[in-house]
């Protein structure tokens, strides 16, 4: 099946400082990922939709200056916390669509990766 | 918009079934999914239901009425490994992104 791979996989740092986030799909070309933050016990809020070659979608609340995302490859998607807080601590997961998907809506995962920021 | 809902947390027995309910109302039915998330890591594909009726897989198996807005995870057989979250979730009307209900922590005990 389709492997969707997201770096680091656990990340501390101090507050005030940007915390960069890879997600790669290792098999397949993902024109759209999604990033998703989810915080303790929890279900997955979808944060943006980023799109290969053009801006990043935001959800309504996102701050879009303060979660970067470029997506510039049909591989690689990065978000950029910038200027992180306490209260963005949160585990934060990326997922592509393989077209070859059961269906349309279908998503792969990557790992995940947590934050903290102290 | 999409609205999807369903029960916090539940509790059963190793060896039991449990069913999870789950309602929804999007303004466009692309079909349902239901993904299982252990603690601390990424949510893995379940089932997904586009047609009413109920699809088995194992020990689970998920049921669909467009009807009704309804949907159910059943978990048969369980084990203590069934513990996690499990996750209802919608696509959108256009067939992109997906929306997630809460999610249902499910418990087995021994």
């Known amino acids: 099946g389709a492997v969707v791979s997201q770096h680091p996989s656990r990340v501390i740092c101090k507050s005030g400082t940007s915390v960069k986030i890879e997600c790669r799909s290792l098999d397949f070309q993902a024109t759209t990922m999604f990033w998703y933050r989810q915080f303790p016990k929890q279900s997955l809020m979808l944060m943006a939709t980023s799109n290969e070659g053009s801006k990043a979608t935001y959800e309504q609340g996102v701050e879009k200056d303060k979660f970067l995302i470029n997506h510039a490859s049909l591989t690689l998607s990065t978000l950029t916390v910038t200027s992180a807080h306490p209260e963005d601590s949160s585990f934060y997961i990326c997922?592509?669509?393989?077209?070859?998907?059961?269906?349309?809506?279908?998503?792969?995962f990557g790992e995940g990766s947590r934050l903290t920021v102290l | 918009g999409q609205n999807i809902d369903q029960p916090t947390e539940m509790t059963a027995t190793e060896g039991a079934i449990v069913q999870i309910n789950c309602t929804y109302q999007t303004s466009g039915f692309n079909g349902l999914f239901w993904y299982q998330q252990h603690a601390g890591e990424a949510p893995t594909f379940l089932s997904y239901n586009v047609l009413d009726g109920l699809e088995e897989k194992g020990r689970f198996s998920s049921f669909l009425s467009r009807s009704k807005g309804y949907s159910y995870l059943l978990l048969k057989e369980l084990q203590m490994k069934d513990s996690a979250s499990y996750l209802c979730a919608c696509p959108g009307a256009a067939g992109n992104k997906l929306t997630f209900g809460g999610g249902t922590r499910v418990l087995v005990k021994p």
């Open positions: 997922s592509a669509r393989d077209p070859s998907g059961i269906a349309t809506g279908e998503l792969f």
